[in-house]
C-alpha cells in the first residue's frame, strides 16, 4: 500500500508529484508503520488528487485517521490560495461542523454508583437520538434563519446556555459569512424539527472519567482533573447540514465548464474562492456550520439539567472546556513562505490545533493552546489535547479528529454483533443505549483503529500534545 510513497520522517510520508497525474503540489500524512496497513489505496489516491485542484499551497495533507471518503479522504486538510484557489464541499463533508465539545462536572465515579444505569435512561430519554430523531423545540422558519446566524448565542440568548460557553467554542459558536439566503427550503425544513437532535451514525453523547493526567499544568488551565466525571457530545448540523452540501455540490458541478476547471474526480467539484458559486457555498456552509454549534448547545443544556436533577449540581458547576468543529473550511491567516496571509482552509475529518499565542483561541488557554478532543469508539479512551507551534507550521494548525473506521458499516454488522458487544461493554462498566443493536454493531471499537496509536502520532509527531485520557463509563449512540 506504501509502494510509490516516500517515507520523510519517522511518522511523515509523502506522496510525490506525479503519483497521478497534474498534482500540482505533494501530499504528506502522518501515520506509523503499525497502522501502515489500515492504509487504503483510495484514500492515497484521494490525497493525491486533491493536490490537482486550482490554487492548493503546500501540500495536499492527511492525518493519522486517513480513510476513503466523498472527494477528499476523511482526515484531509488543505489550504487555498484566495485569488487562484478553490473552496469544495467535498474537503468539507456533508454532516457540516460535526464536532465535539467536552464538559467538566464535580462528580467523581463513585457519585455515579447505583445510579449510573438511571443516568443513561434520563440522558436517553432528554436527547433525541437516531436518523429521524426530532426536537422537542419547536423553531420557526424564522428562528432557524436566525440560529444560522447566530449559533451557539442564539440558545444562550434563550436561557439554555451561559455566555462563558461561548468563550470555549470554536469562532465563539459562530462563523461570520453566514448566508441564509443560500440555504435552500429544503434544507431548512429538514433543519426546523432537529435543533437539539444527537443524530446516527458515529455520533454520540457519552459520559467519561479522566483516567490520566499526561500533562498536568495544560490540565490545570484547562480545568481538568484525574477522577472527574465529564460528558462529551459529537454530533454535527443534522439534515440541514446534509442537504446544504447536496444543493450546492448540484451547482458547483455545472460551474466546473465555467471556470474551465479539470477534475480527476467529480467529487471533488469546486469553484473559485471569489465566485458568485464559492462565495454561495461558504455562506451556506457558514449557516450550517453555525446551526450545528446550538445543536451542541442545546443538547449540552438538556445533559446539564439531567445531571442538575439527579445529583443536586449546580448547572454553572459544569464546565464547558471547549468545543471544536471537524468538518469546515474557513479563511484563517497563516505563514505562507514567511508572509502572514489569508488562505482557505479545508478540515475534513480533521480538527483545528492552534497553538499557544494563536488568535482566536479563548485568553485563558493562550499559554497552552487551543483545547483539542479526540474523542474514542465506544470502548475505548477519548483524550484531550492541546495545539502546538508545530501544527501552525506543517498542518495549517490542524490535527485528526478520531481514530478513523478500517471497516465499513456494512462489514462491521456483518463481522459483530450488536447485543454481545453490549454484553461485553456492560461486563467491563460501560453502558450503552441504542435504538438497535445493529446501531452498536456499526460502531464497535473494533472497527476503528486504536484512538491510542492515532493520538500517539499525532503527539510524537509535534501535531498536539496530549493532556489527558478518559475512560468511557456510559454511551448513547445516535
Same mark, same amino acid.
Given at each position: 500500500?506504501?509502494?510509490?510513497?516516500?517515507?520523510?520522517?519517522?511518522?511523515?510520508?509523502?506522496?510525490?508529484?506525479?503519483?497521478?497525474?497534474?498534482?500540482?503540489?505533494?501530499?504528506?500524512?502522518?501515520?506509523?508503520?503499525?497502522?501502515?496497513?489500515?492504509?487504503?489505496?483510495?484514500?492515497?489516491?484521494?490525497?493525491?488528487?486533491?493536490?490537482?485542484?486550482?490554487?492548493?499551497?503546500?501540500?495536499?495533507? /492527511?492525518? =493519522? %485517521?486517513?480513510?476513503? !471518503?466523498?472527494?477528499?479522504?476523511? @482526515?484531509?486538510?488543505?489550504?487555498?490560495?484566495?485569488?487562484? $484557489?478553490?473552496?469544495?464541499?467535498?474537503?468539507?463533508?456533508?454532516?457540516?461542523?460535526?464536532?465535539?465539545?467536552?464538559?467538566?462536572?464535580?462528580?467523581?465515579?463513585?457519585?455515579?454508583?447505583?445510579?449510573?444505569?438511571?443516568?443513561?435512561?434520563?440522558?436517553?430519554?432528554?436527547?433525541?437520538?437516531?436518523?429521524?430523531?426530532?426536537?422537542?423545540?419547536?423553531?420557526?422558519?424564522?428562528?432557524?434563519?436566525?440560529?444560522?446566524?447566530?449559533?451557539?448565542?442564539?440558545?444562550?440568548?434563550?436561557?439554555?446556555?451561559?455566555?462563558?460557553?461561548?468563550?470555549?467554542?470554536?469562532?465563539?459558536?459562530?462563523?461570520?459569512? /453566514?448566508? =441564509? %439566503?443560500?440555504?435552500? !427550503?429544503?434544507?431548512?425544513?429538514? @433543519?426546523?424539527?432537529?435543533?437539539?437532535?444527537?443524530?446516527? $451514525?458515529?455520533?454520540?453523547?457519552?459520559?467519561?472519567?479522566?483516567?490520566?493526567?499526561?500533562?498536568?499544568?495544560?490540565?490545570?488551565?484547562?480545568?481538568?482533573?484525574?477522577?472527574?466525571?465529564?460528558?462529551?457530545?459529537?454530533?454535527?448540523?443534522?439534515?440541514?447540514?446534509?442537504?446544504?452540501?447536496?444543493?450546492?455540490?448540484?451547482?458547483?458541478?455545472?460551474?466546473?465548464?465555467?471556470?474551465?476547471?479539470?477534475?480527476?474526480?467529480?467529487?471533488?467539484?469546486?469553484?473559485?474562492?471569489?465566485?458568485?458559486?464559492?462565495?454561495?457555498?461558504?455562506?451556506?456552509?457558514?449557516?450550517?456550520?453555525?446551526?450545528?454549534? /446550538?445543536?451542541?448547545?442545546?443538547?449540552?443544556?438538556?445533559?446539564?439539567?439531567?445531571?442538575?436533577?439527579?445529583?443536586?449540581?449546580?448547572?454553572?458547576?459544569?464546565?464547558?472546556?471547549?468545543?471544536?468543529?471537524?468538518?469546515?473550511?474557513?479563511?484563517?491567516?497563516?505563514?505562507?513562505?514567511?508572509?502572514?496571509?489569508?488562505?482557505?482552509?479545508?478540515?475534513?475529518?480533521?480538527?483545528?490545533?492552534?497553538?499557544?499565542?494563536?488568535?482566536?483561541?479563548?485568553?485563558?488557554?493562550?499559554?497552552?493552546?487551543?483545547?483539542?478532543?479526540?474523542?474514542?469508539?465506544?470502548?475505548?479512551?477519548?483524550?484531550?489535547?492541546?495545539?502546538?507551534?508545530?501544527?501552525?507550521?506543517?498542518?495549517?494548525?490542524?490535527?485528526?479528529?478520531?481514530?478513523?473506521?478500517?471497516?465499513?458499516?456494512?462489514?462491521?454488522?456483518?463481522?459483530?454483533?450488536?447485543?454481545?458487544?453490549?454484553?461485553?461493554?456492560?461486563?467491563?462498566?460501560?453502558?450503552?443505549?441504542?435504538?438497535?443493536?445493529?446501531?452498536?454493531?456499526?460502531?464497535?471499537?473494533?472497527?476503528?483503529?486504536?484512538?491510542?496509536?492515532?493520538?500517539?502520532?499525532?503527539?510524537?509527531?509535534?501535531?498536539?500534545?496530549?493532556?489527558?485520557?478518559?475512560?468511557?463509563?456510559?454511551?448513547?449512540?445516535?
Amino acid at each position: 500500500m506504501l509502494e510509490g510513497i516516500n517515507k520523510i520522517g519517522d511518522l511523515e510520508w509523502e506522496v510525490p508529484i506525479g503519483y497521478v497525474p497534474d498534482m500540482r503540489v505533494p501530499g504528506r500524512f502522518f501515520l506509523s508503520r503499525t497502522l501502515a496497513e489500515t492504509l487504503e489505496e483510495g484514500a492515497v489516491r484521494q490525497l493525491a488528487n486533491v493536490a490537482t485542484l486550482p490554487g492548493i499551497v503546500r501540500h495536499s495533507l /492527511a492525518m =493519522p %485517521d486517513i480513510h476513503w !471518503g466523498y472527494g477528499f479522504p476523511i @482526515g484531509g486538510v488543505a489550504a487555498f490560495d484566495m485569488t487562484e $484557489g478553490v473552496i469544495s464541499p467535498g474537503g468539507v463533508g456533508f454532516d457540516i461542523n460535526c464536532g465535539v465539545r467536552l464538559i467538566t462536572t464535580p462528580l467523581t465515579e463513585a457519585d455515579l454508583a447505583g445510579k449510573k444505569r438511571e443516568l443513561i435512561e434520563r440522558l436517553f430519554a432528554a436527547v433525541p437520538t437516531g436518523v429521524g430523531g426530532k426536537s422537542g423545540l419547536r423553531i420557526s422558519n424564522k428562528e432557524v434563519v436566525e440560529v444560522m446566524q447566530n449559533g451557539a448565542r442564539w440558545a444562550v440568548e434563550r436561557g439554555l446556555g451561559t455566555d462563558a460557553d461561548l468563550v470555549r467554542c470554536e469562532e465563539e459558536g459562530a462563523m461570520p459569512g /453566514a448566508d =441564509p %439566503d443560500a440555504v435552500s !427550503g429544503k434544507a431548512r425544513q429538514r @433543519g426546523i424539527p432537529q435543533l437539539g437532535t444527537l443524530g446516527g $451514525g458515529n455520533h454520540f453523547l457519552e459520559i467519561q472519567v479522566v483516567q490520566e493526567i499526561v500533562d498536568p499544568e495544560a490540565a490545570r488551565v484547562f480545568g481538568v482533573t484525574e477522577g472527574q466525571v465529564c460528558f462529551m457530545v459529537h454530533c454535527g448540523s443534522r439534515g440541514l447540514g446534509h442537504q446544504v452540501a447536496t444543493d450546492h455540490l448540484r451547482t458547483l458541478e455545472h460551474a466546473l465548464a465555467k471556470y474551465r476547471i479539470q477534475l480527476p474526480d467529480r467529487q471533488l467539484a469546486c469553484a473559485p474562492v471569489d465566485s458568485p458559486e464559492g462565495r454561495a457555498y461558504y455562506g451556506a456552509m457558514a449557516s450550517a456550520a453555525n446551526y450545528a454549534w /446550538a445543536n451542541r448547545q442545546v443538547i449540552m443544556h438538556e445533559a446539564r439539567n439531567v445531571f442538575t436533577q439527579l445529583f443536586g449540581i449546580d448547572y454553572d458547576e459544569m464546565r464547558l472546556v471547549y468545543d471544536v468543529a471537524h468538518n469546515v473550511a474557513k479563511f484563517e491567516r497563516h505563514d505562507v513562505n514567511g508572509a502572514a496571509t489569508e488562505v482557505c482552509v479545508h478540515r475534513k475529518g480533521a480538527t483545528r490545533a492552534f497553538g499557544p499565542g494563536a488568535p482566536g483561541i479563548p485568553h485563558e488557554y493562550a499559554a497552552v493552546g487551543q483545547p483539542v478532543l479526540i474523542p474514542g469508539s465506544m470502548g475505548t479512551s477519548s483524550y484531550l489535547l492541546c495545539g502546538t507551534a508545530a501544527a501552525m507550521q506543517k498542518t495549517w494548525g490542524s490535527t485528526c479528529h478520531g481514530a478513523g473506521r478500517v471497516l465499513s458499516r456494512s462489514k462491521a454488522k456483518k463481522e459483530v454483533r450488536g447485543r454481545e458487544l453490549r454484553e461485553q461493554l456492560a461486563g467491563a462498566g460501560i453502558l450503552v443505549r441504542a435504538h438497535s443493536d445493529s446501531v452498536l454493531a456499526e460502531e464497535a471499537p473494533e472497527v476503528y483503529k486504536p484512538s491510542h496509536e492515532v493520538v500517539r502520532i499525532v503527539h510524537e509527531a509535534g501535531l498536539s500534545g496530549t493532556v489527558a485520557r478518559l475512560n468511557p463509563l456510559g454511551v448513547i449512540k445516535g
